[in-house]
């Protein structure tokens, strides 16, 4: 019946009156002609539908626009809805319907495909950057974001690689931390940043999508030496990370000469020159010497004829011919293992200490434990605090390269190595003696970490000791370690006294902080920069924290953070109730 009802015009007019429903108040404020038909009402003619259209689509175009306008300029963030099936639930798995309308009915063969869930989402993404243009934008803000903000404090660095990964570009260097360089790396992958601009820190074992190399030098500047051509072999692993196997069929790498005489010299050494052959280190003193106490230790050889003929079937002896160089170093080692009663000979074999076994254990050179055992040694004849512990760690071969010696530092750091004499651990070299420059290195890399466990921020290392942040965490983590094994030494050598300042020093430094925010610090989500707001603001314990109300807390380190920290002290205050 209402077919037989409707005329042509009927239709006319739902179609105009259906599609002028959808003008919003500023387009009929602006135009005149949809005002006029809008109170019309009826009788539309083919004209006024298509104009009605014509006008939807131009309000629509410059809609989308604008959307663009708008997002790009970060006054507003946009969403995009599956593509075709806005219910990505249903898709996964229908039975999931039941959860909101426990009675309905579901076919009764279960729909289960969520990767054309997965599949919707990518599709809209598509879309979405197909017609408002590519989303690398807001990506590329997301990260330098992240990267900014790995630090509490970000440090002028931080700065500067945010800054230049806005435009698609990063540096990427042993001086970043190891968070920002991952993610520096993975943005890579994924074709946000288009170019990285690196030091060797990439030239090994990183594969990444990088089918172009560009090699601007290949010299390197060695203290005492002046500038030489890099190996064959490392410029060979650099044009390597062009072309990955798993990313592209092929790969370009391009050496950059400044002339056509430098080209010459290029290609010879590099295209069409030999790599280098690989040597053995073993006959490098501090290797042999960590090689032969650990065999000792692990029970593997127990005598001097056990020991050669072990070494002589390493990749020194098959380079060389035989081992009649180091078979000399062997027993002198063996001579100052003895002395440091690390290793001991009964009966004709050689069986390890007690201490000399923990000293492998710990993997660390048997000179380094001699060194701290003999500083052990001077703690009950000096004035022992942190800082004298952290010079010990630093005059070892583990933290090598020490920080190096700047023009005008020199009479500088000798003032402060007399004023600080009557703490360091050791008999100090004169200053005429080839061992005081390695003094006055370990002496400032002590003075380093010192300033980090007082709450200096990276910022302020990197003005004062040229360090970056990831110089810094790398020299944390190693010193973290020395500490551990100069603690392990002092309870086996019977220097239980010290045993409390050293475990002091290691957490100090593991956290950054002084001695009164060592309770702060160790419940999670409190850091540094927190725990020393929170300390200033008189909440100095976890019992203040307790007491604080959660809105006082909220304002001082955020909403997200006090809960979390509440959490904790009350777990914590339940688990005291449980053991009473």
Known sequence: ????????????????????????????????????????????????????????????????????????????????????????????????????????????????????????????????????????????????????NVLEIPTRQC????????????????????????????????????????????????????????????????????????????????????????????????????????????????????????????????????????????????????????FSRTFFAYQFGDIYFIEEKVLEILDLLKEWNFVKEKKGKLLPTRLGKRVSELYIDPLTAFRFLKGLEFCSKRRVEPFSFLQLVSYSREMRPLLSIRTGEFYELNDLVEKKRNKILMDIPEEWEDEYEEFLKSFKTALMLEAWMNEATEEFILEKFNVTPGELWGKLQIADWLIYSLQELALLAGKKEFLKEIRKTRVRLQYGVKEELLRLVKLEGIGRVRARKLFNSGIKSISDLRKTPLKTLEKLIGPRIARKIKEQVVKEEKEIQKTL
């Open 159 to 310: 700065k500067r690689e945010a800054e230049v990964v806005k435009k698609g570009v990063a540096f990427h260097h042993a001086g970043l931390l190891y968070k920002q360089r991952k993610i520096i790396e993975e943005s890579f992958r994924k074709s946000l940043i288009k170019v990285i601009v690196a030091t060797p820190s990439l030239a090994f074992g990183v594969n990444l999508p990088s089918f172009l190399v560009g090699i601007k030098d290949v010299r390197r500047y060695y203290p005492g030496i002046g500038s030489v051509y890099l190996p064959v072999l490392e410029v060979e692993q650099m044009m390597g990370r062009s072309g990955r196997p798993t990313y592209d069929p092929y790969g370009l790498a391009v050496l950059i000469a400044r002339n056509e005489d430098e080209a010459e010299i290029l290609a010879e050494r590099y295209i069409f020159g030999e790599p280098e052959k690989i040597s053995s280190k073993l006959a490098i003193e501090p290797i042999l010497r960590f090689h032969v106490l650990a065999l000792i230790a692990a029970g593997f050889c127990n005598s001097l004829k056990s020991l050669k003929n072990f």
């Open 1 to 148: 019946n209402a077919l037989r009802r409707f005329a042509a015009q009927d239709y006319l007019d739902l179609q105009v009156l259906f599609n002028l429903s959808w003008f919003g108040f500023a387009a009929r404020e602006e135009d005149p002609e949809l005002r006029k038909l809008i109170r019309k009402g009826r009788f539309y003619t083919v004209e006024d539908r298509d104009y009605v259209l014509s006008r939807q689509h131009e309000i629509i175009t410059v809609l989308v626009s604008r959307y663009r306008e708008l997002w790009e300029s970060g006054s507003v963030e946009l969403s995009a809805s599956p593509f075709y099936h806005p219910i990505l639930p249903l898709l996964c798995d229908t039975s999931v319907a039941r959860e909101g309308m426990p009675g309905c009915l579901l076919p009764k063969r279960p729909f289960s495909h969520p990767e054309d869930a997965g599949r919707q989402v990518e599709m809209a993404l598509e879309y979405f950057e197909k017609k408002l243009g590519r989303m690398e934008k807001n990506l590329l803000e997301r990260i330098s974001d992240e990267i900014l």
